[in-house]
């Protein structure tokens, strides 16, 4: 292993090509079917070793969640391991906060693979993915990144191939989400937006691993409830629509929208149509699976 003093690595975000809800859990959770994909729009940590744990997100603003989780992963890290250690990280954010897109998960994901490193700690990657599961339902998918499919709160994960040539378009509305969103959403839900054994995220599933194409197939269970939640959301649509994207489905919890599209050439002119209506709007190549050694920063893939 190496020891090196400082280092750099992305944090990804992810979009759901597919996201169920199967019912209520006792533990207050929702157990889950959803297929993640890491796709190229990241932020960047760097981390040196340092007397105590520090961090400094760039731009400052409202980050307290995502700054929360680093913090909150560092120490776990730390508390695990026995150590005295520290670390000087720096959090570069240029996925959009609290926007369905796992940033904050992808961060805390990020902060446990590179302090790993930067500590010299012998952890394998399931003890990895049981810290990560503590620290929130979607951290452990940011381990490993490429496509998977998500089970119980979302934690349960097992390896997909990533689609070939596929990239997203996101769209991040204006609207502030804010703390406890993710929380709000599943309580809007009902028994009528349960589905009973999965079968979307089955039949995507069998798309991705047959190398068939996935539209059609895309799903999210919160498209059903976001439009009560996200007064801007049905315009936001609209300019999808109106750029040309075939279907447009919330990130997660959203209030994030993505499309597909084939290539980064059609990405890009569905991103930049989004853009002259006065949007923020990013394409994204889907990206394969990284390892411990984190998503590398130096990927061509990563924007
Ligand atoms: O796991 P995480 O802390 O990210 O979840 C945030 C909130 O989202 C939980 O407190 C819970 O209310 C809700 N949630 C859920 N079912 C899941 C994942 C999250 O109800 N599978």
Request: proline content about 5%; charged content about 20%.
């Amino acid at each position: 292993m190496t020891h090196s003093i400082s280092l750099k690595l992305k944090a990804p975000a992810k979009v759901n090509l597919a996201l169920e809800v199967l019912g209520r859990r006792s533990d207050g959770y929702h157990e889950v079917r959803t297929v993640l994909q890491a796709i190229g729009l990241a932020d960047e940590l760097r981390m040196e070793r340092a007397e105590a744990i520090s961090l400094e997100v760039v731009p400052s603003g409202a980050v307290s969640a995502e700054a929360n989780l680093v913090l909150a992963a560092a120490a776990l890290l730390r508390e695990e391991a026995g150590l005295q250690a520290g670390a000087r990280i720096r959090l570069h954010k240029r996925i959009p906060v609290s926007a369905g897109l796992g940033g904050g998960s992808s961060d805390a994901a990020a902060t446990l693979l590179g302090l790993r490193r930067l500590w010299g700690l012998d952890l394998t990657e399931a003890r990895l993915l049981g810290l990560a599961a503590r620290l929130g339902s979607d951290v452990p998918f940011f381990i490993r990144g490429g496509a998977a499919l998500g089970s119980g709160r979302g934690e349960e994960l097992t390896a997909l191939p990533t689609p070939k040539g596929l990239w997203a378009v996101v769209l991040a509305p204006a609207d502030a989400a804010g703390e406890g969103k993710t929380a709000r959403l599943y309580g809007l839900l009902t028994p009528d937006h349960h589905s009973a054994a999965g079968a979307r995220s089955e039949e995507l599933v069998r798309r991705v691993r047959s190398g068939e194409p996935l539209a059609g197939a895309l799903f999210n269970v919160f498209d059903g409830v976001g439009d009560s939640a996200y007064p801007r959301l049905a315009p936001a649509r609209d300019a999808f629509r109106a750029a040309g994207a075939g279907e447009a489905h919330l990130a997660g919890a959203g209030p994030s929208l993505f499309a597909l599209a084939r290539g980064g050439t059609e990405a890009r002119r569905l991103r930049d149509r989004l853009i002259e209506q006065g949007y923020t709007a990013h394409a994204a190549p889907f990206l394969q699976a990284w390892g411990l050694e984190g998503a590398s920063p130096s990927e061509a893939a990563f924007r």
